[in-house]
Nanobody
Framework: QVQLVESGGGLVQPGGSLRLSCAAS????????MGWYRQAPGKQRELVAA???????NYADSVKGRFTISADNAKNTVYLQMNSLRPEDTAIYYC??????WGQGTQVTVSS
């Protein structure tokens, strides 16, 4: 089991950027799958981006070309760089490890 703590959410205008961080309680090099999910009000939680310990990345179609997931093994932290944000990106963003352990979430609101 791994504890995950997200940070970096906030209020941003459309077209703006945010970087989310997910700090893990143990070495992320030992975790096969790290993912960012989001859940908007009234909607199901969805996978936004994921990275494996081998460096393979995948993205939801809705964020391709705008979001980038990365990992810093030295800091045991996974990041989600979000650019060109849209109002429909508004949601609580959750970090996940091996589709099993979850962080508490961080709110992202895109609004003018």
């Amino acid at each position: 089991q791994v504890q995950l703590v997200e940070s970096g959410g906030g209020l941003v205008q459309p077209g703006g950027s945010l970087r989310l961080s997910c700090a893990a309680s143990k070495s992320i090099a030992s975790i096969y799958f790290m993912g960012w999910y989001r859940q908007a009000p009234g909607k199901q939680r969805e996978l936004v981006a994921a990275i494996t310990s081998g460096g393979r990345r995948n993205y939801a179609d809705s964020v391709k070309g705008r979001f980038t997931i990365s990992a810093d093994n030295a800091k045991n932290t996974v990041y989600l760089q979000m650019n060109s944000l849209r109002p429909e990106d508004t949601a609580i963003y959750y970090c996940n490890a091996n589709r099993n352990d979850w962080g508490q979430g961080t709110q992202v609101t895109v609004s003018s």
